[in-house]
Nanobody, 120 residues
Framework: VQLQASGAGLVQPGGSLRLSCAAS????????IGWFRQAPGKEREGVSC?????YYAGPVQGRFTISRDNAKNTVYLQMNNLKPEDTGTYYC?????????????????WGKGTLVTVSS
């Protein structure tokens, strides 16, 4: 049973990346899936969460899109118009509910982080 986050990369400001969170050993359908990020020296913060609806943190609203492909047992985070402040290690987690801060709560499974660097 595991979550695998992928899609790490170095991108220039204004560029795009797509992160993937793939599950094995269990079905993502029925879980609230959250993307979190942690910048160097900062606490982990919620970025986006998907359950029956999609939720976005203010700084990424309008630039990031979260989606779910149940057939592939994968959740995606499409990140457009990336900014240097988006730099960090991104994690996905499978939890019970999306809540305050666009976070997944009651996370049972975590994926290993994938590093996103936005720099010119």
């Amino acid at each position: 049973v595991q979550l695998q986050a992928s899609g790490a990369g170095l991108v220039q400001p204004g560029g795009s990346l797509r992160l993937s969170c793939a599950a094995s050993g269990f079905t993502l359908d029925g879980y609230a899936i959250g993307w979190f990020r942690q910048a160097p020296g900062k606490e982990r913060e919620g970025v986006s969460c998907i359950s029956s609806s999609e939720y976005y943190a203010g700084p990424v609203q309008g630039r990031f899109t979260i989606s779910r492909d149940n057939a592939k047992n994968t959740v995606y985070l499409q990140m457009n118009n990336l900014k240097p402040e988006d730099t960090g290690t991104y994690y996905c987690g499978a939890g019970i509910i999306c809540g305050l801060g666009s976070r997944a709560y009651g996370v049972d499974y975590w994926g290993k982080g994938t590093l996103v660097t936005v720099s010119s």
